[in-house]
Structure formats: structure tokens, C-alpha cells
């Protein structure tokens, strides 16, 4: 089995900047697509940034030029810089992996971190 552990979350003032982890532990022959996503109360999950193993990097348009997708595969882990935070980006802010075990390919997800802009 594969878990994924989260940290990095809290709350901050508008205008502020956290950083997102999340580190995946178990058998992991290989991670391809890591990514964020996040939910707020009574709206859906939707995706925030992703990086594929090609370096392939995608965002969310209401967070282009302020978050920012890393990965460092030696430590299957992936980060989230965001940068110039509002209040709407308020939400529990969960990781995602595409995992390759000793066979197949497995999606995997974090347990949530929240994050809080105070305006």
C-alpha cells in the first residue's frame, strides 16, 4: 500500500504565503502525474496544479502566477508554493499521485490539509 501524508497547512492574511508537502511512502516503483486539488465548503474538488514526469506543469486559471507545482522524485514528494493568497483560496487542500506498485498504476490521495486566508 501507498500513503500519502500532507503538511504545510494553516492560516494566513490575505496577501501571505504557505507552502504545501506531500511526501508518498510504501511500495512506489515509480510516481507519473502528481497534483493538487482543493475543496471548499459546498462548492466541488477541482484540480489546482499538476506536474506530470515529463515536467509538464498545469494550473487552474485562478491560481496562475501565484501557486507554483514542484516534485522531488528521490523523495516522492510534492510541494505547493502559493504565493499572494485571498481569502477565496480557502479550502482543504488535498495531494494526489498516480503510483505505479509492483504491477499497476493506483491513484492515491492525501488526507486534506486545510488552508485559511483571513482577509
Known amino acids: 500500500q501507498v500513503q500519502l501524508v500532507e503538511s504545510g497547512g494553516g492560516l494566513v492574511q490575505a496577501g501571505g504565503s504557505l507552502r504545501l508537502s506531500c511526501a508518498a511512502s510504501?511500495?512506489?516503483?515509480?510516481?507519473?502525474?502528481m497534483g493538487w486539488y482543493r475543496q471548499a465548503p459546498g462548492k466541488q474538488r477541482e484540480l489546482v496544479a499538476q506536474?506530470?514526469?515529463?515536467?509538464?506543469?498545469s494550473y487552474a486559471d485562478s491560481v496562475k502566477g501565484r501557486f507554483t507545482i514542484s516534485r522531488d522524485n528521490a523523495k516522492n514528494t510534492v510541494y505547493l508554493q502559493m504565493n499572494s493568497l485571498k481569502p477565496e483560496d480557502t479550502a482543504v487542500y488535498f495531494c494526489?499521485?498516480?503510483?505505479?506498485?509492483?504491477?499497476?498504476?493506483?491513484?492515491?490521495w492525501g488526507q486534506g490539509t486545510q488552508v485559511t486566508v483571513s482577509s
Open positions: 510504501g511500495r512506489i516503483f515509480s510516481i507519473n502525474r
Open positions: 506536474d506530470t514526469t515529463g515536467g509538464h506543469t
Open positions: 494526489n499521485m498516480y503510483v505505479k506498485g509492483a504491477v499497476f498504476y493506483s491513484d492515491y
